[in-house]
């Protein structure tokens, strides 16, 4: 397997688990393999959200997903020997951003967000959190410094949603997008079109 074909997805305890489910399933048609992580409280949002109460059974049908146990450090995805080079937080909490940023590697998370920091990979964050206070802004600058993107849980309006499920592809399009992955799930701005013909 090309490592280019690895994306670990990480689900933690915010509001908006939609958004990594949706990511998972478009990643896992695809053809990624996916390194999946979802911490106790994302299990909690998970079932209250999306009424999911066993994830390891609602991705079961994939073969391509491998679900790791958040206490589980020697995992594979632990190291920087691992072919992993990409990962998302999808939602991420701001507890988790706060530990990532200080360098706690107290779960799997937190980890292996923090092997693909050190290995100057392709870290991406979708925080769901509002109002944000100071620290966790702050937080998310410290990150965004060292080069993790920072995908806010915030879509647009501009491709004329007309159901949830378009607002979730949005913000699903941008993480594939600065993640280097092409898709085609919300219609793009074209080039050759001005507000006013809007």
């Known amino acids: 397997m090309n490592s280019n074909d690895s994306i670990t997805v990480a689900v933690t305890g915010a509001s908006g688990s939609v ?14 393999w996916i390194d999946l992580i979802v911490s106790d409280s994302g299990r909690k949002v998970i079932a209250h959200e999306l009424g999911i109460t066993d994830v390891e059974e609602h991705f079961a049908g994939s073969a391509n997903i491998t679900c790791h146990d958040n206490r589980d450090i020697a995992a594979s995805i632990a190291s920087g020997t691992s072919t ?3 990962m998302v937080v999808i939602p991420a909490s701001m507890g988790t951003t706060a530990r990532i940023a200080a360098g706690i590697s107290s779960c799997l998370v937190e980890r292996a967000a923090d092997v693909v920091i050190k ?3 392709n870290l991406v964050l979708v925080p769901r959190e509002s109002p944000m206070s100071p620290i966790h802004l702050q937080n998310l600058l410290t990150l965004s410094r060292i080069g993790v993107t920072i995908v806010p849980a915030a879509p647009g309006f501009y491709h004329k949603p007309r159901s949830i499920d378009d607002l979730v592809d949005f913000i ?10 092409k898709s085609d799930l919300i219609k793009r701005w074209p080039a050759s079109v001005t507000l006013d013909q809007i």
């Not at 990594?20 to 990624?32: H, T």
């Not at 699903?172 to 992955?181: A, R, Y």
């Open 19 to 32: 958004y990594a489910d949706r990511l998972i399933c478009v990643l896992s048609e695809m053809g990624f």
């Open 84 to 86: 992993a080079k990409r």
């Open 119 to 121: 290995e100057r990979g």
């Open 172 to 181: 699903v399009t941008k993480t594939l997008d600065v993640l280097g992955i």
